[in-house]
């Protein structure tokens, strides 16, 4: 048996995986009880607590006066603009079909790195980018039905959004840990939303049971611990290492689905996704001189590249 897979820092990656693979049921589970309103802000508010705690045992520093500006983008984009675009998206979409749409968001990381960073755009990446949009389109319209498809669109918003952020914060990144980016965003992000507190209350008076538990285990679980596993990590794996992993989100969250809730992805959903990761794959997919680097140089704490769910 290969002892990496259950050291703590495989266990610590595998968690990370399965948690965040989970955010998408869950957020199925909660949508109908506290609506999008309700549910992206308790969930952002849980997720704030929650890190606020642990960030004196991780270092966590103030942020420089001149990086806030950035922060409240990061904040603004990843975490409320996301949250409630999912939220949205998934009042009609399938748990499984939104983590594969999700999973295209590196596409337009590349592509906004390109526009505004000024990094090279190689002929692979292109044709990974069409090929991982194409697979998009195919998920969007596998579901059958317009309005599946137009939440669908929401979806790959959604992922749209979250690409600006993993692209905004990565200035900050050679300033702060990636744990600290993902604090001051998250308690941001939670500022931002909470124009949205009386809506979210008057919801949370008449919520059930089940969605109540369901905002509680997001913000706990994949936002927070989320956060935590995934720092311990990449800190300790190859960044090619543990982003690769990733790709094991969408395929969790079609089985944590298909036991949670039931459901079943349609055929050409599953096509679309698989062709849309192989796309990513492909833009990500590095030379062996690289991963030979990165093997024997210290991994630094990245924001995740993928979904966060």
Not at 44 to 70: C, E, H, I, K, N
Not at 106 to 113: E, K, N
Not at 151 to 172: D, E
Request: contains cysteine.
């Amino acid at each position: 048996m290969n002892t990496a897979l259950v050291s703590p820092r495989g266990l610590a990656l595998g968690a990370t995986v399965v948690l965040w693979a989970s955010a998408f049921p869950a957020i199925r589970v909660g949508v109908p009880g506290l609506g999008v309103a309700g549910l992206s802000l308790e969930r952002l508010v849980v997720a704030s607590v929650a890190l606020a705690v642990v960030a004196p045992f991780m270092g966590v520093r103030r942020p420089r006066r001149r990086d806030l500006p950035r922060i409240a983008m990061c904040g603004a984009a990843g975490m409320s603009v996301y949250q409630l675009l999912l939220n949205w998206g998934e009042v009609h979409v399938a748990a499984g079909t939104a983590s594969l749409l999700i999973s295209v968001a590196p596409v337009f990381s590349v592509l906004l790195a390109a526009a505004f960073l000024g990094e090279r755009v190689t002929a692979r990446v292109v044709t990974g980018s069409l090929i991982a949009l194409g697979g998009a389109a195919i998920v969007a319209v596998g579901g059958g039905s317009a309005r599946v498809s137009t939440s669908a669109l929401v979806v790959i918003a959604a992922a749209i959004v979250q690409a600006t952020y993993h692209f905004g914060s990565k200035p900050l990144l050679s300033r702060y840990s990636g744990f600290e980016v993902a604090c001051y965003a998250m308690w941001s992000g939670t500022l931002f939303l909470l124009p949205l507190l009386p809506a979210a209350w008057h919801a949370t008076s008449h919520a059930t049971a089940p969605a109540l538990a369901s905002a509680l285990y997001l913000g706990l679980a994949p936002s927070a611990l989320g956060f935590v596993t995934w720092g311990y990590a990449v800190a300790r794996y190859p960044v090619a290492l543990s982003t690769a992993a990733l790709y094991l989100v969408p395929p969790v969250t079609l089985a944590v689905a298909f036991v949670w809730l039931g459901e079943t992805p349609q055929p050409l959903e599953l096509l679309g996704g698989l062709v849309g990761i192989g796309g990513v794959v492909l833009i990500q997919r590095r030379g062996r001189g690289t991963l030979a680097r990165q093997q024997i140089q210290p991994a630094s704490v990245p924001t995740p590249a993928r979904t966060t769910g």
